[in-house]
């Protein structure tokens, strides 16, 4: 008997999740979610996207953008160097549901396009701006949204130009021709929406982390809060024995 779909990426997401689990550098976790996501479905690039606040409002935010074929890695660590999204017009506040990403968080749902230049449903005048400047075009979009233990999304994960080979037995030889297809398929769907859960659990538990040790730090700063966080420890121990 055929085994479910599910049981051919199972291992590959157990390990996945292993890795994700053993990373504790924030920006390294970043890179290695992207990577893995990509290879999941042999995409040829994509943008890791968190949800944050600012004065403006609710935004995401693009962390890291990655492009096998270009070699490009950017990431926002230190300066800007991709664009915020607003999910609300800062004036009326109505939904931005104009851009993929964007829509993505709002609707909570994937979306899959196959062909990115031909699509009238969202604004990708960004996609076609990077596009030009870099000679490449893109064809598909895969966004899944990052959903949380309680179902609020916290980011969302986009691929891009999907590369698989299929064969094709219709030609006159009848042998098998490689075909390069560019649009991503149900099992990719599958497989990065399995894998989202697990991302966003990743980057919670992390973010957790980061605060907790910023707060200790702060607390170890204080003289008083020194003496504190010493009581707080010798108690631990205590209860530990």
């Avoid at 009848?174 to 149900?186: A, G, I, P």
């Avoid at 200790?216 to 209860?239: G, M, N, V």
Wanted: charged residues 20%.
């Amino acid at each position: 008997m055929q085994q479910p779909e599910s049981y051919d990426f199972l291992p590959r997401i157990l390990a996945i999740a292993k890795a994700l689990s053993s990373e504790h550098d924030r920006w390294k976790l970043y890179e290695l979610i992207l990577f893995e996501a990509q290879q999941c479905c042999d995409a040829d690039g994509g943008t890791l996207y968190l949800t944050t606040e600012s004065d403006e409002g609710l935004m995401l935010s693009p962390v890291i953008m990655r492009n096998s074929s270009l070699d490009i890695s950017i990431t926002n660590r230190k300066n800007n160097a991709l664009p915020d999204f607003p999910l609300y017009d800062p004036d009326s506040l109505k939904p931005n549901n104009h851009h993929i990403a964007t829509h993505c968080v709002l609707s909570k749902k994937t979306i899959n396009i196959t062909n990115a230049h031909e699509n009238v449903e969202y604004d990708i005048s960004g996609i076609e701006s990077f596009d030009d400047e870099n000679h490449y075009h893109t064809y598909s979009i895969l966004s899944v949204p990052l959903r949380n233990h309680d179902e609020h999304v916290i980011g969302v994960l986009q691929l891009v130009n999907a590369h698989h080979e299929s064969s094709d037995n219709n030609s006159d030889n009848n042998s098998d021709n490689k075909v390069d297809e560019s649009v991503f398929h149900q099992s990719d769907t599958n497989i990065i929406e399995a894998l989202s859960s697990l991302v966003a659990i990743s980057i919670e538990n992390n973010t957790m982390l980061d605060q907790q040790h910023n707060l200790l730090i702060r607390l170890a700063s204080q003289k008083e809060s020194a003496r504190l966080f010493e009581a707080i420890l010798d108690e631990a121990q205590t209860i530990c024995q």
